[in-house]
């Protein structure tokens, strides 16, 4: 008879231990990021007929990237766009994959606006903005969800830096 508690008890912690772990498991995560040191894998290019400074392309962009939040280390990220822009300006959207230190990844999609202003003495200031989604990862964010938004700035002065933020779980 003092066994039969057993079960039930033994029920009880592994339904606790359960719930525990996927109550952290789900926890939203808000982070930020800084992402820096752009560099060009590819591009290619064609101008369209139809307008003065009317082209679409694609570019492949490495660069590196900060979260906030420390257990989130990344090494870099591998940005994929697709843009039709008019004199430098105008719509993008792509999709990226973050590449972290123990060798995960996450990835996502991306949409935004390029905006290119050409001053009268030749110096330009380029900014974008945009919203992101993750849509998957491999280990620990097989099941990553979130989103966020982003900005960033550039021009012959000023190295490209983008900054971010974002809520996520996983």
Same mark, same amino acid.
């Given at each position: 008879?003092?066994?039969?508690?057993?079960?039930?008890?033994? /029920?009880?912690?592994?339904?606790?231990? /359960?719930?525990?772990?996927?109550?952290?498991?789900? =926890?939203?995560?808000?982070?930020? $990021?800084?992402? +820096?040191?752009?560099?060009?894998? %590819? #591009?290619? !290019?064609?101008?369209?007929?139809?307008?003065?400074?009317?082209?679409? @392309?694609?570019?492949?962009?490495?660069? *590196?990237?900060?979260?906030?939040?420390?257990?989130?280390?990344?090494?870099?990220?591998?940005?994929?766009?697709?843009?039709? $822009?008019?004199?430098?300006? @105008?719509?993008?959207?792509?999709?990226?994959?973050?590449?972290?230190? *123990?060798?995960?990844? /996450? %990835?996502?999609? %991306?949409?935004?606006?390029?905006?290119?202003?050409?001053?009268?003495?030749?110096?330009?200031?380029?900014?974008? =903005?945009?919203?992101?989604?993750?849509?998957? @990862?491999?280990? #620990? $964010?097989?099941?990553?969800? @979130?989103?966020?938004? %982003?900005?960033?700035? !550039?021009?012959?002065?000023?190295?490209?830096? +983008?900054?971010?933020?974002?809520?996520?779980?996983?």
């Amino acid at each position: 008879m003092r066994k039969a508690w057993r079960l039930p008890l033994l /029920t009880v912690v592994v339904a606790w231990v /359960t719930l525990a772990t996927w109550a952290y498991a789900a =926890e939203k995560r808000e982070q930020t $990021y800084v992402k +820096e040191d752009f560099r060009t894998g %590819y #591009k290619s !290019a064609v101008t369209i007929g139809d307008i003065p400074g009317h082209e679409v @392309g694609q570019e492949l962009t490495i660069s *590196d990237i900060r979260y906030s939040n420390p257990s989130f280390k990344t090494k870099e990220e591998w940005s994929h766009l697709q843009f039709n $822009y008019v004199n430098g300006s @105008g719509p993008h959207c792509g999709t990226f994959i973050d590449k972290h230190e *123990d060798g995960t990844q /996450t %990835y996502g999609t %991306y949409e935004g606006t390029v905006k290119m202003v050409v001053n009268a003495d030749g110096s330009w200031m380029v900014t974008w =903005e945009g919203k992101y989604q993750y849509v998957g @990862g491999t280990g #620990k $964010y097989k099941n990553i969800k @979130g989103a966020g938004t %982003y900005k960033g700035r !550039a021009s012959p002065t000023e190295a490209a830096r +983008e900054e971010g933020q974002e809520v996520i779980e996983y």
